[in-house]
């Protein structure tokens, strides 16, 4: 892998010369969504186990985000943020099972305005019926499911995906697919084409080898998927973008699963970005976070990403290396789902946190409001997050104690009623 230092500008100009936002030259719109996929088991960012041979074909083929973090690691939530562009205290989806509040335009409703066919097809429970608010500006969205179903197999999202790409889609089209696997449970799924001979036979923990299995069980169907798009010639003509909505613990910690701590692996989402006019087989080392990638996509398309965005456009720095200003990353997690039932939806929304967090350079702090701990990490000496510096008496920590306090005032859906205040 080499730097982005990279391509000039061919795509913007030629939706200039095709006067503006053509139909037939804009090239469609595909996110691929593969829930709790850690970045570091994907062989495209130097996972030695090669159970991604599909995800690593459209990785080599466009640019990977070595350092791309969640806002917050739940799926429902951290979609929210995907598609708007903006905090928790913005969409209201601070857990999973609640509603998008109103007011906040999706990417499927801006893309559809501009004149995109909108499509997706999503397999998590706090998506099924409309749950999410998320459907907002597809014209399709297969979200059924049953009240006891947790997830669909990827199988069945895979067929769903097909049956709607055969069903007289026409281009420019905003797809949007979301695979369960690899999230808990961490099954052992039946070897595809793709796995590795001897995946499971090794000494690893159970849920090491499990997780890879889902991992590479999810490829397999992305593999099916991608050709689908392929043979119909619309993969060549399409921003490609697959990512993870957050990463997962696999027993570091002793903690395996996500959704109640803040450490890297949990935070880590696997983002990888590929289209025409885009740099191939490069790799971005700078911070970069969930709220830039509605914006960077809709700045692709050539397209203002409208004020309230929160994120920024990544193409510059994508293109021609340019620096990317760092900027405090504010993020949180909420332990329990909130169900359909009267009024707990309005209670939900405002409850407070498990644990919040802010990045601001290589420093990382997170306070756990169960626990009432503190913790600081230096990200660039101590990536494995296992020496807390924090000390109450540095000025310096409680400096950035009470900005991570500011910005869960400003950032958190529970920020203005909950008083949090720097008692260490
Ligand atoms: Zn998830």
Request: glycine content about 10%.
């Amino acid at each position: 892998m080499k730097q982005v230092r990279e391509c000039g500008f061919g795509l913007m100009a030629m939706f200039l010369l095709a006067g503006g936002l053509g139909a037939k030259t804009l090239p469609n719109v595909i996110i691929i969504s593969v829930d709790a996929m850690r970045p570091d088991h994907i062989s495209a960012f130097g996972y030695p186990r090669p159970i991604t041979p599909n995800i690593d074909r459209v990785a080599k083929s466009g640019v990977i985000f070595l350092d791309a973090t969640t806002t917050i690691p739940l799926t429902n939530p951290a979609q929210a943020t995907l598609f708007t562009s903006r905090s928790i205290s913005q969409t209201g989806v601070n857990r999973n099972g609640i509603t998008l509040l109103p007011g906040n335009r999706t990417l499927a409703e801006i893309l559809k305005e501009k004149g995109y066919h909108t499509s997706a097809v999503v397999s998590c429970w706090a998506a099924y019926h409309g749950r999410s608010g998320l459907q907002r500006g597809f014209e399709h969205y297969q979200d059924s499911g049953t009240g006891l179903m947790l997830e669909l197999d990827a199988g069945v999202v895979t067929q769903r995906a097909l049956k709607l790409l055969g069903s007289g889609i026409e281009e420019p089209f905003f797809l949007f697919v979301d695979y369960s696997e690899p999230h808990q449970p961490h099954d052992l799924y039946p070897a595809m084409g793709n796995q590795e001979p001897g995946l499971v036979d090794d000494d690893r923990p159970a849920v090491q080898k499990n997780y890879d299995s889902e991992i590479a069980y999810a490829d397999y169907w992305i593999g099916v998927l991608l050709s689908e798009l392929e043979a119909r010639g619309w993969l060549q003509n399409s921003l490609v973008i697959i990512m993870s909505d957050h990463g997962e613990g696999l027993g570091e910690k002793n903690y395996v699963g996500h959704g109640r701590k803040l450490y890297e692996h949990i935070l880590r989402n696997s983002l990888t970005i590929s289209g025409p006019e885009l740099p191939k087989g490069t790799a971005v080392q700078a911070p970069v976070n969930m709220l830039d990638v509605a914006p960077t996509i809709l700045s692709y398309l050539g397209v203002k990403p409208p004020a309230e965005m929160e994120g920024r456009n990544l193409l510059p720095h994508i293109k021609t290396g340019s620096a990317l200003e760092p900027e405090p990353m504010y993020y949180e997690t909420n332990s329990t789902a909130v169900l359909d039932l009267p009024g707990l939806k309005k209670i939900g929304r405002t409850t407070p946190p498990t644990a919040i967090g802010l990045r601001v350079g290589d420093l990382k702090i997170v306070y756990d409001l169960k626990e009432n701990t503190w913790e600081i990490y230096d990200l660039a000496e101590d990536p494995g997050e296992n020496h807390n510096l924090f000390n109450p008496e540095d000025p310096d920590h409680r400096k950035l104690a009470e900005e991570l306090l500011e910005n869960f005032r400003a950032k958190s859906a529970a920020g203005k009623s909950l008083k949090l205040k720097f008692r260490p």
